[in-house]
């Protein structure tokens, strides 16, 4: 992947190396579908209220090379009855070039899951779907948002301290 400015041309990177991140590899690392009040959880009624949360962590691996692990979890309840929890822990294992070391950590938690996202969400969709439920289709995730928002939140941990 090569950052692209606004002029659409390649921006070069100090030492003249162009960014770059390869995908060598994609696993799921755990999945996890429960659906405990079936058959009743799958008769119609009103809308559930669906909880989902999202994590991304990561683990240098030596040589620019990243493991980057999505967390997703969606909940789906009607009052206190549980429809469905779903669970997947979707990694990959990217190779990350070209990039200064003070940009690294932002780029590794922003491109790395935004490039995981549409498979972790295709997993959601098939394991809601064959649990007897429509397709959970999430909606794009915002992960530069997610980044400033969880460095924030360091941020403030770390003053409380």
């Known amino acids: ?25 994609q696993y799921i690392k755990d999945l996890s579908f429960e659906n405990p009040n079936a058959p009743r959880s799958l008769a119609q009624g009103e809308q559930p209220k669906l909880d989902i949360s999202v994590n991304v962590s990561a683990q240098p691996m030596g040589d620019g090379q990243f493991d980057v692990v999505l967390s997703l979890n969606a909940r789906a309840q009607r009052d206190d009855f549980l429809m469905f929890n779903v669970e997947l822990v979707y990694g990959g294992f990217f190779r990350v070039t070209g990039v200064p070391q003070e940009h690294l950590h932002p780029f590794v938690m922003i491109e ?13 969709a098939d394991a809601t779907r064959n649990g007897g439920f429509p397709p959970l289709m999430l909606d794009p995730i915002d992960f530069a948002q997610l980044y400033r928002q969880n460095m924030m939140n360091q941020d403030l941990a770390e003053r409380a301290n």
């Open 1 to 25: 992947m090569t950052d692209i400015n606004e002029g659409g041309a390649a921006a070069p990177e100090e030492n003249g190396a162009m960014p770059g991140m390869n995908i060598l590899a």
């Open 112 to 124: 790395c899951p935004r490039m995981l996202f549409p498979f972790a969400r295709q997993i959601l």
